[in-house]
């Protein structure tokens, strides 16, 4: 695990935006702080254990491959507010085929928090664009 109070935001992602691509569904699950709160506009999840996120990740890894989503990248990185150990932001995932050219994209907001240990987590996801 990577954790260190200094890694950018930027840097972060690229760490979440890896374990996406590599369907490393352990590793995501621990890049969570539990409690978490998935809030879409069908409503609000609470996120209590990493089980819950692996199981919402095993069932996307499925339904991305099948539709020949091999990997995703984030860009347009915008920090809305950053104190206390809080990043709010929002920024675009681009989802890419087997040969990494787009074939996608889908906007998202975050809200990270520093843990204990340093470590960035993510707090409240926002998928905007989602139903």
């Known amino acids: 695990m990577t954790s260190t109070s200094t890694e950018s935001i930027e840097d972060f ?3 979440y935006t ?10 995501l699950a621990d890049i969570y702080h539990y409690p978490a ?7 609000c999840l609470a996120v209590t ?7 919402f990740f095993s069932q996307g890894q499925q339904f991305y491959r099948s539709r020949g989503i091999q990997g995703v990248r984030a860009k347009d990185i915008v920090t809305d507010i950053e104190g206390n150990g809080i990043w709010v932001g929002h920024l675009l995932l681009e989802n890419l085929d087997a040969d ?4 996608g994209v889908e906007r998202n907001a ?14 409240v996801t926002t998928p905007l664009d989602g139903v």
């Open 100 to 103: 990494g050219r787009p074939v």
């Open 37 to 43: 709160l998935a809030v879409s506009p069908r409503g």
């Open 13 to 15: 992602f690229d760490r």
């Open 110 to 123: 975050y809200q990270i928090v520093l843990d204990a240990d340093g470590a960035r987590r993510i707090a």
């Open 49 to 55: 254990d990493p089980q819950q996120t692996r199981g």
């Open 18 to 27: 890896g374990y996406l691509s590599s369907g490393d569904i352990d590793a």
